[in-house]
Protein backbone atom coordinates (compact mmCIF):
# COMPACT_ATOMS: atom_id res chain seq x y z
CA UNK A 1 0.00 0.00 0.00
CA UNK A 2 1.31 3.48 -0.78
CA UNK A 3 0.09 4.81 2.32
CA UNK A 4 -2.09 7.72 2.97
CA UNK A 5 -1.87 10.14 -0.22
CA UNK A 6 -2.40 14.07 -0.07
CA UNK A 7 -2.86 16.31 -2.92
CA UNK A 8 -1.40 18.65 -3.71
CA UNK A 9 1.85 18.73 -1.82
CA UNK A 10 1.94 22.60 -1.75
CA UNK A 11 -0.87 25.11 -2.59
CA UNK A 12 -0.03 28.97 -2.88
CA UNK A 13 -3.81 30.64 -3.56
CA UNK A 14 -4.99 34.35 -3.32
CA UNK A 15 -6.87 35.49 -0.61
CA UNK A 16 -10.74 35.13 -1.36
CA UNK A 17 -10.04 32.00 -3.50
CA UNK A 18 -12.01 28.57 -2.84
CA UNK A 19 -9.10 25.63 -1.80
CA UNK A 20 -9.95 22.14 -1.93
CA UNK A 21 -7.33 19.41 -0.53
CA UNK A 22 -7.32 15.99 -1.12
CA UNK A 23 -6.66 12.65 0.80
CA UNK A 24 -6.76 8.68 0.01
CA UNK A 25 -6.79 7.05 3.14
CA UNK A 26 -5.33 3.82 3.29
CA UNK A 27 -7.66 0.83 2.02
CA UNK A 28 -9.34 -1.08 4.52
CA UNK A 29 -8.90 1.46 7.31
CA UNK A 30 -12.31 3.03 8.71
CA UNK A 31 -11.51 6.05 10.13
CA UNK A 32 -9.94 9.51 7.74
CA UNK A 33 -8.91 12.81 10.40
CA UNK A 34 -8.13 15.99 9.21
CA UNK A 35 -5.52 18.02 11.05
CA UNK A 36 -3.92 21.59 10.82
CA UNK A 37 -0.93 22.40 11.77
CA UNK A 38 0.97 25.83 12.98
CA UNK A 39 3.67 27.05 14.90
CA UNK A 40 1.35 28.89 17.47
CA UNK A 41 -1.25 26.41 17.65
CA UNK A 42 0.13 22.90 17.19
CA UNK A 43 -1.45 20.08 16.08
CA UNK A 44 -5.22 20.58 15.63
CA UNK A 45 -7.89 18.06 14.88
CA UNK A 46 -10.39 19.66 12.59
CA UNK A 47 -12.54 16.74 11.90
CA UNK A 48 -12.70 12.74 11.57
CA UNK A 49 -14.72 10.18 10.05
CA UNK A 50 -15.73 7.18 10.66
CA UNK A 51 -17.45 4.56 8.07
CA UNK A 52 -17.23 7.62 5.62
CA UNK A 53 -20.02 9.31 8.60
CA UNK A 54 -18.80 12.72 10.15
CA UNK A 55 -18.17 12.25 13.75
CA UNK A 56 -17.18 15.17 15.02
CA UNK A 57 -16.51 18.24 13.52
CA UNK A 58 -16.08 20.60 16.33
CA UNK A 59 -12.65 21.06 15.40
CA UNK A 60 -13.82 22.92 12.08
CA UNK A 61 -12.57 26.64 12.77
CA UNK A 62 -15.54 28.28 10.91
CA UNK A 63 -18.32 27.64 8.60
CA UNK A 64 -15.65 28.36 5.61
CA UNK A 65 -14.43 25.14 6.54
CA UNK A 66 -15.78 22.35 4.90
CA UNK A 67 -15.38 18.07 4.37
CA UNK A 68 -16.74 15.77 2.77
CA UNK A 69 -16.31 11.71 2.22
CA UNK A 70 -18.23 10.78 -0.30
CA UNK A 71 -16.93 7.06 -0.65
CA UNK A 72 -14.06 5.09 1.43
CA UNK A 73 -11.36 6.05 -0.66
CA UNK A 74 -11.45 9.53 -0.88
CA UNK A 75 -11.92 12.80 0.94
CA UNK A 76 -12.27 16.67 0.51
CA UNK A 77 -11.18 19.54 2.64
CA UNK A 78 -12.52 22.70 1.24
CA UNK A 79 -12.15 26.41 2.73
CA UNK A 80 -13.97 28.95 0.49
CA UNK A 81 -13.45 31.76 0.72
CA UNK A 82 -9.71 31.62 1.49
CA UNK A 83 -7.92 33.96 4.23
CA UNK A 84 -4.48 34.50 4.84
CA UNK A 85 -4.93 33.06 8.52
CA UNK A 86 -5.83 29.88 6.93
CA UNK A 87 -1.84 29.21 5.49
CA UNK A 88 -0.58 26.13 7.98
CA UNK A 89 -0.15 22.23 6.85
CA UNK A 90 -2.79 20.68 6.68
CA UNK A 91 -2.53 16.70 7.22
CA UNK A 92 -5.04 13.88 6.68
CA UNK A 93 -4.90 10.66 8.68
CA UNK A 94 -6.38 7.00 8.82
CA UNK A 95 -6.54 4.03 10.76
CA UNK A 96 -8.43 0.93 11.07
CA UNK A 97 -9.98 -0.63 14.24
CA UNK A 98 -7.50 -0.01 17.41
CA UNK A 99 -4.72 0.56 15.45
CA UNK A 100 -2.52 3.04 15.13
CA UNK A 101 -3.24 6.52 12.80
CA UNK A 102 -1.00 6.30 9.79
CA UNK A 103 -0.67 10.11 7.97
CA UNK A 104 -0.06 11.60 4.71
CA UNK A 105 3.29 14.09 3.69
CA UNK A 106 0.48 16.97 4.41
CA UNK A 107 -0.55 19.89 2.55
CA UNK A 108 1.72 23.26 2.65
CA UNK A 109 -0.98 25.94 2.46
CA UNK A 110 -0.49 29.40 1.59
CA UNK A 111 -2.71 32.18 1.27
CA UNK A 112 -1.55 35.35 0.31
CA UNK B 1 -12.56 13.41 21.93
CA UNK B 2 -9.40 12.34 24.12
CA UNK B 3 -5.99 15.00 24.53
CA UNK B 4 -2.41 13.86 25.69
CA UNK B 5 -0.33 17.15 26.72
CA UNK B 6 3.57 16.48 26.58
CA UNK B 7 6.06 17.55 28.45
CA UNK B 8 8.40 18.75 28.35
CA UNK B 9 7.68 21.35 25.41
CA UNK B 10 11.60 21.36 25.06
CA UNK B 11 14.61 19.11 25.69
CA UNK B 12 18.13 19.11 24.19
CA UNK B 13 20.35 16.72 25.30
CA UNK B 14 23.64 15.12 24.16
CA UNK B 15 24.20 12.09 21.71
CA UNK B 16 24.56 9.07 23.78
CA UNK B 17 22.31 10.21 27.12
CA UNK B 18 19.08 9.03 27.54
CA UNK B 19 15.84 11.17 26.78
CA UNK B 20 12.69 11.12 28.42
CA UNK B 21 9.07 12.80 27.48
CA UNK B 22 6.25 12.50 29.44
CA UNK B 23 2.51 12.99 28.38
CA UNK B 24 -0.55 13.33 30.63
CA UNK B 25 -4.57 12.90 29.76
CA UNK B 26 -7.67 13.45 31.82
CA UNK B 27 -10.15 10.57 31.05
CA UNK B 28 -10.09 7.07 31.12
CA UNK B 29 -8.56 5.42 27.85
CA UNK B 30 -8.26 2.26 25.32
CA UNK B 31 -4.58 3.34 24.14
CA UNK B 32 -2.19 5.59 24.14
CA UNK B 33 0.40 6.22 21.54
CA UNK B 34 3.45 8.19 20.58
CA UNK B 35 4.46 9.60 16.95
CA UNK B 36 7.11 11.35 16.02
CA UNK B 37 7.39 14.18 13.46
CA UNK B 38 10.34 15.21 11.29
CA UNK B 39 10.48 18.30 10.75
CA UNK B 40 8.16 19.62 7.51
CA UNK B 41 6.72 15.43 7.20
CA UNK B 42 4.02 13.61 8.70
CA UNK B 43 3.26 11.91 11.74
CA UNK B 44 4.82 8.54 12.46
CA UNK B 45 3.86 6.01 14.37
CA UNK B 46 6.37 4.95 17.04
CA UNK B 47 5.03 2.55 19.90
CA UNK B 48 1.40 2.34 20.78
CA UNK B 49 0.83 0.86 24.51
CA UNK B 50 -2.61 -0.82 25.88
CA UNK B 51 -4.68 0.04 28.88
CA UNK B 52 -4.37 -2.98 30.20
CA UNK B 53 0.28 -2.52 29.69
CA UNK B 54 2.53 -0.87 31.94
CA UNK B 55 5.33 -1.00 30.06
CA UNK B 56 6.33 -1.84 26.19
CA UNK B 57 9.67 -1.94 24.51
CA UNK B 58 10.89 -1.52 20.92
CA UNK B 59 14.41 -1.41 20.02
CA UNK B 60 15.83 1.81 22.08
CA UNK B 61 12.39 2.72 22.78
CA UNK B 62 10.70 2.57 26.21
CA UNK B 63 7.13 3.14 26.86
CA UNK B 64 5.40 3.51 30.50
CA UNK B 65 1.98 3.77 31.09
CA UNK B 66 0.24 4.59 34.12
CA UNK B 67 -3.43 4.47 34.79
CA UNK B 68 -3.88 5.52 37.65
CA UNK B 69 -1.79 8.83 37.28
CA UNK B 70 -3.29 8.99 33.32
CA UNK B 71 0.42 9.83 32.42
CA UNK B 72 3.00 8.34 30.04
CA UNK B 73 6.37 8.55 29.70
CA UNK B 74 8.75 7.84 26.12
CA UNK B 75 12.11 6.62 26.80
CA UNK B 76 14.91 7.36 24.38
CA UNK B 77 18.02 5.42 25.42
CA UNK B 78 21.27 6.20 23.50
CA UNK B 79 20.08 9.14 21.87
CA UNK B 80 21.39 9.95 18.35
CA UNK B 81 21.76 13.19 16.43
CA UNK B 82 18.64 11.32 13.78
CA UNK B 83 16.26 11.24 16.72
CA UNK B 84 16.07 14.97 16.85
CA UNK B 85 12.20 15.99 15.93
CA UNK B 86 8.96 16.74 17.96
CA UNK B 87 7.41 13.95 19.73
CA UNK B 88 3.62 13.54 20.28
CA UNK B 89 1.09 11.24 22.07
CA UNK B 90 -2.45 10.83 21.33
CA UNK B 91 -5.20 8.58 23.46
CA UNK B 92 -7.79 6.32 21.91
CA UNK B 93 -10.91 6.37 24.25
CA UNK B 94 -12.03 3.68 25.53
CA UNK B 95 -15.90 4.23 24.95
CA UNK B 96 -15.48 1.96 22.34
CA UNK B 97 -17.31 4.15 19.74
CA UNK B 98 -15.51 5.74 17.15
CA UNK B 99 -12.93 8.39 18.63
CA UNK B 100 -10.83 10.70 17.30
CA UNK B 101 -7.16 10.96 18.01
CA UNK B 102 -6.06 14.74 19.70
CA UNK B 103 -2.49 15.32 20.26
CA UNK B 104 -0.88 18.09 22.32
CA UNK B 105 1.79 20.27 21.05
CA UNK B 106 4.84 18.03 21.70
CA UNK B 107 8.31 17.58 22.84
CA UNK B 108 10.76 18.93 20.44
CA UNK B 109 13.96 17.00 21.29
CA UNK B 110 17.23 18.42 19.92
CA UNK B 111 20.10 15.68 20.07
CA UNK B 112 23.29 17.52 20.14
CA UNK B 113 26.37 15.91 18.26
Known amino acids: DAGVIQSPRHEVTEMGQEVTLRCKPISGHNSLFWYRQTMMRGLELLIYFNNNVPIDDSGMPEDRFSAKMPNASFSTLKIQPSEPRDSAVYFC??????????FGQGTRLTVV | SQQGEEDPQALSIQEGENATMNCSYK?????LQWYRQNSGRGLVHLILIRSNEREKHSGRLRVTLDTSKKSSSLLITASRAADTASYFCATLGSGGGADGLTFGKGTHLIIQP
Open chain 1, 93 to 102: ASRGANTEAF
Open chain 2, 27 to 31: TSINN
